[in-house]
């Protein structure tokens, strides 16, 4: 393999500059080996001392001074390096990316690729002008300025630079090219087309490395008002873009081998095993996250993912969590809060831990909030804020919450599911039709939740639809058979008044649950 003006063969252990070869020691080409298996990515202390020593206990002295020495042998400056860079109290990585190199061919060195982040990053290219109208393109580029802004509240994401970015103007552009030489994973480019009195804008989100299209939706509004139509369009782009990024940082992080995740990395697992909502993922998930706090005791949305997992643990179908546990819920999102009061996800997490772990309504609605002012893009926190003006009997204004969420991210299901939401928020404001409809909606979309199925019997037998209700309540029974009015108090969100509890009890005890 090429990086840089040097050729590496691994498996024969030898290095050359050119046509000079670089004498190493088999443990400093092993260091390098290790290194160049993984370019541009972190390779942890541990796993290099495991490896290079064979399970045998040496301190980080011993590493260091290995790193020395292949920086020695590639001329290689620890300030300003060129290859291997230092992660404080982490590890080191090779920041050039490496290529196939023939074996008699020296090398010659190329501009090099910048080194990708550790969290997500991406560019947004400058959006076409399909119109055919010169005129449009301060509205254009005024879109594709805003989109940058708007990802650039996500603490989790590193976007590059507008000034950057928007040099990649002219021609067909290779987005291969652009992640090289802009160092970013991921890259939005699109479209605008306007016809008469419509505006058409089409996005994609493209896998720099591999030109995979991960994600692709067009937009369409009115030319009344021309800036209000930006507004919008921006709102709607990031707010379906964000899902699609998550996923794909998700799926990357599950590929990878397990000796090789860091704690960013055990974040994405631990949210994918949340995602399943069973008492096994849920406690799977809280072990991720509390080891990635310990790799990273500085990391927000670690601190606050933890502290959901102990929340849903009081939410679910599992029992009363134990005073300890809220207490411990209580201290990892109070603590993800002081950690970083500027990270929309992490203080949004935290809030919705609060409310339905700890039962402060108040201190979680503050949070949230604070995150919705921080990111209004953010559909997950628009969400969860609903939830939290459902448990305070604000229903009209839960529901507005929700529809935000649905408007900027139609596909995602959120918490228990925005339709399932949405019912809740009718059945507790007396709207038991209204409720229903919504429920039904809400059961379309599979999986079946406790939640979905639990609102959905009950709106049925206030509605007066008993035999609809019955069979609803006997899916709620194969689904959790051990469920009754004596022990629903244990699955009830916090709600501060305590007629909506009785509320949901009445329903589901016409709907035939047991007592």
Not at 62 to 77: G, N
Not at 283 to 299: G, N, T, V
Not at 398 to 411: D, G, K, N, V
Request: net charge positive; proline share 4%.
């Amino acid at each position: 393999m090429a990086f840089g003006d040097y050729r590496f063969d691994s498996g024969a252990g030898r290095l050359w500059r050119g046509d000079a070869e670089v004498k190493l020691t088999p443990r400093v080409l092993g260091l390098l080996a290790l290194l160049a298996e993984r370019p541009t990515e972190i390779v942890t202390k541990q796993e290099l001392i495991d490896r290079l020593w064979d399970g045998k206990a040496v301190g980080d002295d011993a590493l260091t001074a290995c790193v020395q020495k292949l920086r020695r042998a590639l001329d290689d400056d620890p300030r300003n390096p060129r290859f291997v860079e230092t992660r404080h109290r982490r590890g080191y990585r090779l920041i050039v990316p490496t290529a196939v190199a023939s074996s008699g061919e020296p090398v010659t060195e190329s501009a090099p690729a910048l080194a990708l982040q550790d969290r997500p990053s991406i560019a947004v290219l400058p959006f076409r002008n399909l119109s055919g109208h010169d005129g449009q393109q301060y509205f254009i580029d005024g879109l594709g300025e805003d989109i940058i802004d708007a990802l650039s509240r996500i603490r989790w994401l590193f976007v590059i630079a507008r000034n950057s970015s928007f040099t990649f103007r002219d021609g067909d552009v290779d987005v291969k090219r652009v992640g090289q030489q802009l160092g970013v994973r991921y890259v939005l480019e699109g479209s605008v087309r306007k016809s008469r009195d419509r505006i058409r804008i089409t996005g994609q989100l493209v896998e720099a490395a591999t030109r995979v299209h991960l994600w692709s939706e067009h937009f369409e509004g009115g030319i009344e008002d021309v800036f209000e139509l930006q507004d919008q369009m921006t709102s709607r782009i990031v707010g379906s873009l964000m899902p699609r990024l998550d996923r794909a940082e998700i799926e990357r992080a599950l590929h990878k081998p397990t000796q090789r995740l860091d704690a960013y990395d055990l974040v994405l697992r631990g949210r994918a095993s949340l995602h399943s909502m069973t008492k096994p993922a849920v406690e799977d998930a809280l072990a991720l996250f509390l080891r990635a706090i310990e790799l990273d005791p500085k990391s927000a949305v670690a601190h606050a993912r933890a502290a959901v997992c102990y929340a849903v643990r009081r939410g679910g179908r599992w029992g009363v969590i134990t005073p300890a546990d809220i207490d411990e819920a209580n201290r990892l999102a109070r603590r993800a809060w002081m950690l970083d009061q500027n990270d929309a996800i992490a203080v949004g997490t935290a809030g919705f831990a609060l409310a339905l772990g700890v039962r402060d309504l108040e201190s979680g609605a503050a949070y949230l909030d604070h995150a919705i002012a921080l990111n209004p893009n953010a559909a997950i926190v628009w969400g969860w804020s609903g939830w939290i003006n459902v448990w305070s009997g604000r229903s009209n204004r839960a529901i507005e919450h929700f529809q935000r969420a649905m408007r900027l991210s139609p596909l995602d299901r959120g918490f228990a599911g925005w339709e399932t939401a949405v019912a809740h928020a009718h059945y507790m404001a007396g709207r038991y039709e209204e409720a229903s409809v919504w429920a039904e909606r809400g059961l379309r979309r599979p999986p079946d939740t406790h939640e979905g199925l639990r609102i959905a019997a009950a709106a049925a037998a206030m509605a007066g639809r008993l035999a609809d209700a019955g069979k609803l309540c006997a899916r709620l029974r194969t689904f959790d058979p051990r469920l009754s009015l004596s022990n629903l108090g244990d699955v009830m969100g916090p709600y501060r008044d305590p007629k909506h509890p009785a509320l949901y009890a009445e329903g589901l005890r016409r709907a035939g649950l047991p007592a």
